[in-house]
């Protein structure tokens, strides 16, 4: 049957728009030539704070947005990123994310070792400052190896903050890791004002440092001493369980206040260096981590594995490590903390 007439003409036809409007659809997509790059600072449901312009007399923050071109690429801090529309740092004003640049590392984590959804954590970190305290809660030195194993596979480099010495000797601690060679630095909860803080700063300088630890350990009140002008909130350490509350919610880039007598407008105090303030967390899953990779977190083992027979899961009666170390070339309560590793790794083992 006819809908229209005989004489019937273009004017006459209802032509009905694309359903998501009637722009043509492309593959080709914007170059944004004019894009200004730009650092993520945080995330916060959907609205991502950057620094433009860094470094510089002109630099700001402003709130950004993914943009659809992006697809599901997520964008996490530490991210170098290039930005278009209204980039003023007006109150009430949204750019948009037009690309994400290469990232030099990368953390991941999972909730679990069983669990298959991977996080990442932050992006383009130098290093990584696994904090852990000395007494209230008491050190996890397993976790702190999944910590290890994290930043080697990333390409970061450790450094341990042992916190609250006031409380408990870190020798013991220290002893464990000496083979590793790992920096590090212990602080006193009443110095963290004055000298403690600045001998921190010491180890970050010129750096992108990550800030990692389990809950109560004084993850986030070491970072409130290290940028005093952007206090976070803190908690308290629960009298019953050992175990502290969540009270960072999301991760933050701050810059440091630059050295003392530094000129204005050197190096020293243009990029004095950033810390990354993370949630506190109560495990480290490394189901994302292959686990012929782990032997990379103990160095003082690695040597010992030339004699290993092949795919050696280094916790078997042929593995070689047991003479390495029954050699005097390693700490046994090294060996025992890589075993313990690899079967938590490998799901025998809760940590």
């Not at 409007?21 to 950057?50: F, N, Q, W, Y």
């Not at 433009?52 to 530490?78: F, Y």
Request: hydrophobic share 35%; net charge neutral; charged share 30%.
């Amino acid at each position: 049957m006819r809908r229209y007439g005989k004489d019937a003409d273009e004017d006459d036809i209802r032509n009905r728009p694309q359903r998501r409007g009637s722009r043509p659809r492309t593959r080709i997509r914007p170059k944004h030539e004019d894009a200004a790059e730009a650092m993520i600072l945080t995330v916060d449901r959907g609205r991502l704070t950057c620094l433009v312009d860094g470094g510089t007399k002109q630099e700001r923050e402003i709130v950004a947005m993914k943009s659809r071109e992006l697809g599901r690429k997520g964008v996490v801090v530490g991210d170098t990123v290039s930005v278009v529309g209204d980039l003023s740092g007006e109150p009430d004003t949204l750019a948009r994310i037009v690309r994400v640049g290469e990232r030099s590392s990368v953390l991941r984590r999972t909730a679990d070792d069983d669990d298959p959804f991977e996080r990442i954590v932050v992006a383009n970190a130098e290093q990584m400052a696994i904090v852990t305290a000395l007494a209230n809660p008491e050190p996890r030195p397993r976790l702190i190896d999944r910590c290890l194993v994290a930043a080697y596979d990333a390409g970061m480099e450790p450094l341990l903050v042992l916190t609250k010495s006031d409380l408990a000797s870190p020798e013991t601690l220290l002893e464990s890791y000496a083979p590793l060679g790992i920096r590090y630095v212990v602080t006193r909860s009443d110095e963290l004002e004055s000298s403690g803080a600045e001998a921190v700063r010491e180890h970050l300088r010129g750096r992108s440092t990550v800030f990692i630890g389990h809950s109560g350990v004084g993850k986030t009140t070491l970072v409130n001493a290290l940028v005093p002008e952007r206090q976070r909130s803190t908690g308290r350490v629960n009298a019953v369980t050992g175990r502290g509350r969540h009270t960072t919610v999301s991760a933050l880039a701050l810059r440091l206040p630059p050295p003392p007598g530094a000129k204005p407008g050197s190096k020293k105090a243009l990029d004095p260096g950033w810390v990354i303030d993370t949630p506190g967390f109560r495990s480290f899953g490394l189901s994302h981590i292959d686990p012929s990779r782990v032997i990379l977190a103990f160095p003082d083992l690695e040597p010992g594995t030339a004699e290993c027979p092949r795919a050696c899961s280094h916790d078997e009666p042929d593995c070689a490590l047991d003479a390495w170390v029954a050699d005097g070339h390693a700490d046994q309560a090294r060996l025992y903390s890589l075993r313990r590793l690899l079967s938590t790794r490998e799901g025998g083992e809760g940590d």
